[in-house]
């Protein structure tokens, strides 16, 4: 078996279907992105080679594109700093109930995870509907009249409406991977902290949160990930409108082919999306410098 593992044609021969499978499936696209990025074509006639000509149009030209690119970043930070923190809250008090109680919350709060995308995405629509939904009713109940809002059609809210759904429909998945990380800690740590004198928030701020960190590397990573790739609750709820006040840059790379044809900017838009996407993850690891954990 050693001689195996050491014979250089022998490893060859056995990564050859894994290379070949990922030259084609992976590489391969990626390489004929950047061509078709470097056209004008419209999907049905010969493409046009222009060169960079679409990238610099993107870069220098496109503010849609920008905006597109804020609006995720924004979701990101609200995935980061008002959901996540909100989410871990509840993981922990759930974990601190126990019992049968404890398996009813765990479920009620994952059960938006569940939901497919065009369900909750109708639903919240329905609730925003300026005229009949919940939301303006139940405003107008409270004698709040003042604070209704045609929420996904006006340009000053209908980004953070957008948002708020989308973080709903993540909130689960977030609230478990932090509920299975809290699950993964030692009660015996809590208890030698108690003898030793600690208490209170002292057990979350010393134990807790430094224990959890491998676990919130990984959950702000997919969160993360996440926002950058957003598209179906766009494309479902908005489609980027009014105007362009809630695009998304996948969503806006979707139009842009399947609306207007313009095949050669999508892939070009594509391309410089993969290398924001890998340039953002990479700042963010080396933020979040990778460590050991050990119990």
Do not use: C
């Amino acid at each position: 078996m050693h001689k195996v593992l050491t014979d250089k044609k022998t490893i060859l021969l056995l990564t050859l279907p894994g290379l070949f499978v990922y030259t084609f499936a992976i590489l391969a696209p990626i390489f004929l992105s950047v061509y078709i990025g470097m056209t004008d074509w419209s999907g049905i006639d010969k493409p046009v080679f222009i060169g960079l000509k679409n990238f610099k149009t993107i870069l220098f030209s496109d503010m849609t594109f920008w905006k597109s690119l804020y609006h995720a970043l924004l979701l990101a930070l609200s995935y980061l700093f008002i959901q996540h923190p909100i989410a871990l809250t509840f993981a922990i008090l759930i974990d601190k109930i126990g019992g049968r109680a404890e398996k009813i919350f765990r479920t009620i709060f994952f059960i938006p995870a569940i939901i497919p995308i065009i369900v909750t995405s109708r639903m919240w629509v329905s609730l925003y509907d300026p005229q009949y939904g919940l939301i303006n009713k139940a405003l107008d109940l409270f004698h709040l009249g003042f604070l209704k809002q045609q929420w996904l059609g006006d340009p000053k809210t209908v980004l953070a409406s957008l948002i708020v759904i989308m973080m709903w429909q993540g909130f689960g998945w977030a609230l478990l991977i932090y509920y299975a990380g809290l699950k993964g800690i030692p009660e015996e740590l809590y208890e030698a902290a108690r003898i030793d004198g600690a208490t209170g928030f002292n057990l979350y701020t010393k134990i807790t949160l430094p224990l959890l960190k491998p676990v919130i590397k990984v959950n702000f990573t997919i969160a993360i990930i996440y926002a950058l790739k957003q598209m179906e609750t766009v494309y479902l709820t908005t489609n980027g409108g009014p105007g362009d006040a809630s695009q998304f840059i996948a969503n806006y790379l979707y139009i842009k082919a399947f609306s207007s044809y313009q095949y050669g900017y999508a892939n070009a838009i594509s391309v410089l999306f993969v290398i924001i996407t890998l340039l953002i993850n990479i700042l963010f690891l080396k933020v979040f410098k990778a460590e050991n954990y050990e119990y």
